[in-house]
């Protein structure tokens, strides 16, 4: 048997390893598009942007895993039926074929080439080389990246200005009452936040009259900010545009549209990660996920089902509590679960004060996600509740000073 698996980020090299893990002992092909060894993304936003880190390479010896590493090579169509792959460099034949091709960041239109996009390793290297002492730094979007990117950047000393469409930062993860309440933090880290204010276009320095060097941001609102370097840290979308004509079922966001089982549409192809959509169970709802957790708990379950002995109606299904934690200014931001807009929000802790603080959010007494800003024992407590579905008591989980635990 042969498994090829298309995406060499953690979804589809972490799938590869789960099969050597559980047994597989066939041919294995790792296809990624990028010419670098496997690496994590994580830590791009975090140590190899404050140079801390040269690279985030896995630390996996693929040879004595028998896993046959083609890097730099694309893939660029498939015919299901044949189970054939078409590559920038030939067609591969699979017996079964993971997509893990993760997500793209998204540009501004019309974005010239001196802005930076932070998604790769060579975006993260190519902006580290800008971050000096007092440069000047525009942030395009106050999501988590752009938290993140900020943070790097004010640590390294350079003047950061984040500006933001949305009325409050992590607009599209967090309801305006609680994202409202990490406002300060970019305040007390010296970083100025413009929130409600769009980018309208950014003009790099050739097509500058002044030649000051750097860029102009060009606000909506008619303000135009001087910039040395340029951010955007706007999203990402899946990275499935080479699948058109494959007849594979992409959900309405672009993501490959797998079961619970994390079975494409196609006979033998499975998808995880960033790339892919599950239907939640748990929370009703298909769910894409862009976060590192995702990658692993799917990989892992994605690599049992493609070696699932036993007849399809028993293949085991996903459905994770998703978590991701992300470090801004200082603080580690962990969150659980999955909120929807019905559902009732509870503050745990002062976010005024010192020690940390979180959020909750009940659907009757039952917790379906969590909110953790430095408080990892609430999150790894929190998490089991949720998981669990344990009903909790609303006095005693408002107070930081008794544990999560059941009524
Ligand atoms: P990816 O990591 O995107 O890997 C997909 C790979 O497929 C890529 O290497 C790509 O080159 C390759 N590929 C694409 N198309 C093709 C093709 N046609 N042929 C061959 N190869 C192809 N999550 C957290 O939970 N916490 C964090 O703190 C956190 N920080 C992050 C910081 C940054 C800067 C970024 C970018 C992401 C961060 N994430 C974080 C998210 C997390 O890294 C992703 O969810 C995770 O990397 C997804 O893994 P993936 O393998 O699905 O996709």
């Known amino acids: 048997m ?12 972490q799938t590869a390893v789960a099969l050597r893990e559980q047994g597989y002992d ?24 404050l140079g801390k880190a040269e690279n985030s390479r896995f630390e996996l010896d693929y040879g004595a895993l028998g896993i046959d590493l ?36 998204v540009a501004l239109p019309g974005q010239p080439a001196a802005a930076h996009l932070l998604r790769t390793h060579d975006d993260a ?24 990117a900020a943070t790097a950047a004010r640590t ?15 607009a599209g993860a967090l309801p305006a009452e609680v994202a409202e309440l990490t406002r300060r933090w970019y305040a007390e880290a010296g970083v100025e936040l413009r929130t409600s204010t769009a980018v309208g276009g950014i003009v790099d320095s050739e097509q500058r009259l002044e030649g000051t060097g750097g860029s102009a941001v060009l606000l909506t609102d008619g303000t135009e900010l001087d910039a040395d370097a340029v951010v955007v ?64 708990q799917g990989a892992r379950l994605a690599a049992a089902n493609l070696l699932h002995p ?41 976010p005024e004060a010192d020690g940390g603080w979180g959020a909750l959010w009940l659907r009757g007494e039952v917790p379906v996600a969590l909110l953790a800003v430095d408080r990892p024992r609430d999150l790894v407590q929190g998490r089991r509740l949720i998981e669990r579905g344990t009903p909790l008591d609303r006095s005693r989980a408002a107070d930081p000073a008794v544990p999560l635990k059941a009524a």
């Not at 694309?74 to 993971?98: I, Q």
């Not at 984040?162 to 009325?167: K, R, S």
């Not at 966001?253 to 169970?281: E, I, K, N, Q």
């Not at 994770?320 to 807009?341: D, I, K, L, N, T």
């Open 310 to 350: 036993g007849p399809e109606a028993d293949l085991p299904r996903y459905d994770p509590v998703p978590y991701f934690w992300s470090e801004q200014f200082g603080r580690m931001v962990q969150y659980a679960g999955h909120h929807s807009p019905g559902d009732e929000l509870l503050l745990r802790g002062d």
């Open 26 to 49: 066939g041919e294995l092909a790792v296809l990624g598009a990028e010419p670098h060894l496997p690496y994590d993304r994580p830590p791009l936003s975090k140590d190899v942007l």
């Open 233 to 296: 840290g706007i999203g990402a979308r899946p990275d499935t545009g080479w699948l058109a004509g494959s007849g594979i079922n992409l959900d309405d966001r672009g993501a490959v549209a797998v079961d619970a089982a994390l079975r494409t549409s196609a006979a033998g192809v499975f998808a995880v990660g960033d790339c892919a959509s599950f239907p939640s169970a748990r929370y009703g709802v298909r769910l894409t996920v862009h976060h590192w957790d995702n990658a692993l």
């Open 2 to 13: 042969r498994i090829v698996v298309v995406g060499a980020g953690m979804a589809g090299v």
């Open 70 to 105: 083609l890097l730099d090579r694309s893939a660029t169509g498939l015919d299901p039926d044949g189970r054939r792959l078409r590559t920038d460099a030939g067609e591969l034949d699979y017996d079964r074929l993971v997509l893990a091709t993760g997500a793209r960041a």
């Open 125 to 148: 290297v190519a902006l580290r080389a800008v971050l000096r002492p007092g440069a000047r730094l525009v942030v395009v979007g106050a999501g988590w990246i752009g938290a993140e």
């Open 156 to 170: 390294l000393g350079c003047e950061v200005t984040v500006v933001e469409a949305a009325p409050v930062p992590l």
